[in-house]
C-alpha cells in the first residue's frame, strides 16, 4: 500500500514563508501532487512533480527527491487567502495510477 | 459540462435508508473517483474508474458501499443502511486519463448526513 505523511497544523504570519513537507512510502512511483482546499470547498490543483528537483510557479514552489520519498510545498509572500488546508497525494503503478492522499495540512495565516 | 457536476449537494437521511449520490464528470474525462472527507480529515479514496478497467474497489469501508459508472459518464455511488458514521463529505473527481498522470478536477461535493 501507499503512505503518506504530512503534518496536521502549522501557522504562519502575513507575508512570510512556509514550508508544507510531505514524507511518502509506494512502490512504483509514478507522481507526486499538491492541492489546495479552502475550507467548505473542493480541492484544487497546485502542482505536479514527476522527476527530482524544485517546480516554481509564482509565490507557489513544490521539491522533490525520489531518492528520499520526500517534498515539500513552499508557500511565500503569504497571504490570509492562503489559509486552507494543502493535500500532498501520491500516485503509483503499483496502485495502478490511482492518486491516493496523505491526511492534508491546515495552515493557518494570521495578520 | 464544463465542471465536475455533483447532486444532490446535501442529503439528510436517517438511520438505516439508502441513499445514492450522482457524479457527472468533465466530458471526455476517463478515469474517476469517489472520495470521502470526515470532518477536518483528509480524503479517504473509495473506488477508482479508468475507462474500460475493472474498478478498483479497494477503499469501500464495507459491502454497504457501491458504486457504477455507465461508460465514460455518469457515476452513482449507493450507500445502502445508512449508518451515522458515514455522515461526511462525498467528493467526485476526474481526469482525462489517470495513467498520464493527469491532474484532478473536484466536484463541490455531496455533504451527506445521517440522523
Known sequence: ?111 | GAGVSQSPSNKVTEKGKDVELRCDPISGHTALYWYRQRLGQGLEFLIYFQGNSAPDKSGLPSDRFSAERTGESVSTLTIQRTQQEDSAVYLCASSQDSSLNEKLFFGSGTQLSVL
Open chain 1, 1 to 111: 500500500g501507499q503512505n503518506i505523511d504530512q503534518p496536521t497544523e502549522m501557522t504562519a504570519t502575513e507575508g512570510a514563508i512556509v514550508q508544507i513537507n510531505c514524507t511518502y512510502q509506494t512502490s512504483g512511483f509514478n507522481g507526486l501532487f499538491w492541492y489546495q482546499q479552502h475550507a467548505g470547498e473542493a480541492p484544487t490543483f497546485l502542482s505536479y512533480n514527476v522527476l527530482d528537483g524544485l517546480e516554481e510557479k509564482g509565490r507557489f514552489s513544490s521539491f522533490l527527491s525520489r531518492s528520499k520519498g520526500y517534498s515539500y510545498l513552499l508557500l511565500k509572500e503569504l497571504q490570509m487567502k492562503d489559509s486552507a488546508s494543502y493535500l500532498c497525494a501520491v500516485t503509483s503503478k503499483a496502485a495502478g495510477n490511482k492518486l491516493t492522499f496523505g491526511g492534508g495540512t491546515r495552515v493557518l495565516v494570521k495578520p
